[in-house]
Nanobody, 126 residues
Framework: QVQLVESGGGSVQTGGSLRLSCVVS????????MGWFRQAPGKDREGVAA????????YYADSVKGRFTITQDSADNTVYLQMNSLKPEDTAMYYC???????????????????WGQGTHVSVSS
């Protein structure tokens, strides 16, 4: 059974940093894509960052470029999202997910992803 468990969320002030972790278990495919998404109350879920596990390529939403970094630790089956210079508009529930079939044109679209974690909440105060 595939499981994704996020952690690392919390409350910070504007300009602060957090590092989210996503531990994957029960999944053995090695050329999938891992993504981080977020959903604020009343808004659609949006893609934040993605990483191709096979070659390490990374992709970011324009809203987080230069502030967020997605990395992987294959030995621990963990994907991280380092979030710096946080803003109040970054406040949301953050989810990690696995996509098995994807392209560079849709790797930040929720509909492409097959497995999801339960989320971890990030709150940024001004």
């Amino acid at each position: 059974q595939v499981q994704l468990v996020e952690s690392g969320g919390g409350s910070v002030q504007t300009g602060g940093s957090l590092r989210l972790s996503c531990v994957v278990s029960g999944y053995t495919y090695t050329r999938h894509c891992m993504g981080w998404f977020r959903q604020a109350p009343g808004k659609d879920r949006e893609g934040v960052a993605a990483i191709y596990i096979g070659d390490g390529s990374t992709y970011y939403a324009d809203s987080v470029k230069g502030r967020f970094t997605i990395t992987q630790d294959s030995a621990d089956n963990t994907v991280y999202l380092q979030m710096n210079s946080l803003k109040p508009e970054d406040t949301a529930m953050y989810y990690c997910a696995i996509a098995e079939s994807y392209t560079i044109y849709d790797n930040l679209l929720p509909r492409v992803y097959n497995y999801w974690g339960q989320g971890t909440h990030v709150s940024v105060s001004s």
